[in-house]
């Protein structure tokens, strides 16, 4: 009966793309997750997906904590599962979602690495007619503007950009779509990324190689990671670092949580309080001084 969980899985994966719009790397964690829990349910002798209830998902979970998975990593499975479930569902291929009230086993939560304000102007401060390096101040300069996500980044078009405005339109998780303000200072390095930017082919992308190709993933983290060497910034700089710093400084500037909730694209406000490094005492004390709602009558 493989094949057939295995086809379920195949429709599913085929609803994610064309009815959730979902990226080939979301799809692909699915994927990976849902054939795991396939294998999971051959080895138990179970037989179709009507047949998963449970107490057989909270064995399955506890397999998975038993072969050293964290927290987080079970909840992401779990989750898929529930997404999976409730898909089948909705085709009436079952009749109740097993996994709803299986929890993962809680882990701990790794704060994410930022850059103080002063690394910041040290990773920026640069001065070069060198094609690539006029490039990469510019991606260096948008991400930190605007807190991009990489995928974000290697996205965009020059269409995408208002140079009057100074706004960027962004494509995020789920096919979201934002407008975001650019600043000054990566305005100005967009601009002369621009005027020097190879015209070879019709690749409409903002960042791309000498080969006038857009540039990929990959080619953008060891940029990044070649800049900050070349800059004497500590560590090893990943362009994310440059989102989670953008929250941090913003946040600690405004004080205004939703607003950057709202510019990083998180849909709850608990992920914005990872990424800027708040306890939920902090978080509580600023959603109580902020939240008209929350405050207390005098």
């Not at 904590?65 to 409730?86: D, E, K």
């Not at 390096?133 to 995408?160: H, I, K, Q, T």
């Amino acid at each position: 009966m493989a094949n057939s969980k295995r086809h379920w899985i195949d429709r599913f994966l085929h609803h994610l793309q064309t009815e959730r719009r979902l990226s080939d790397n979301t799809r692909k964690h699915y994927q990976r997750d849902l054939l795991e829990l396939q294998e999971w349910c051959e080895t138990a002798g179970i037989d179709h997906w009507r047949d998963l209830d449970t107490r057989q998902v909270r064995h399955y979970a506890a397999q998975c904590h038993r072969r050293g998975l964290g927290g987080r990593s079970i909840q992401r499975r779990l989750s898929a599962l529930r997404s999976f479930y409730n898909y089948l569902l909705r085709e009436q291929a079952v009749a109740l979602n097993p996994g709803l009230d299986v929890r993962a086993p809680k882990s701990e939560r790794h704060l994410p690495d930022t850059l103080n304000v002063d690394d910041i102007a040290r990773l920026l401060n640069i001065s070069s007619e060198e094609l690539l390096v006029v490039r990469d101040l510019a991606m260096l300069e948008l991400m930190y503007s605007s807190g991009l996500r990489l995928s974000e980044l290697v996205g965009l078009n020059f269409g995408d950009v208002d140079f009057t405005d100074r706004t960027v339109r962004v494509t995020g998780k789920g096919a979201k779509t934002r407008v975001l303000p650019v600043g000054n200072k990566a305005i100005s390095a967009l601009q002369a990324w621009q005027q020097v930017r190879p015209q070879r082919g019709s690749d409409s992308a903002i960042f791309t190689g000498r080969s006038g190709k857009r540039l990929g993933v990959r080619a953008v983290q060891q940029r990044v990671k070649d800049m900050a060497r070349r800059q004497g910034v500590p560590g090893n700089l990943h362009p994310h670092t440059l989102r989670h710093s953008f929250a941090s400084h913003l946040l600690e500037s405004s004080g205004d949580l939703r607003a950057v909730q709202e510019l990083l694209g998180h849909a709850d406000i608990s992920t914005t309080q990872v990424y800027t490094h708040l306890d939920f005492q902090h978080l509580a004390q600023v959603y109580d001084k902020a939240h008209p709602r929350a405050r207390k009558s005098k």
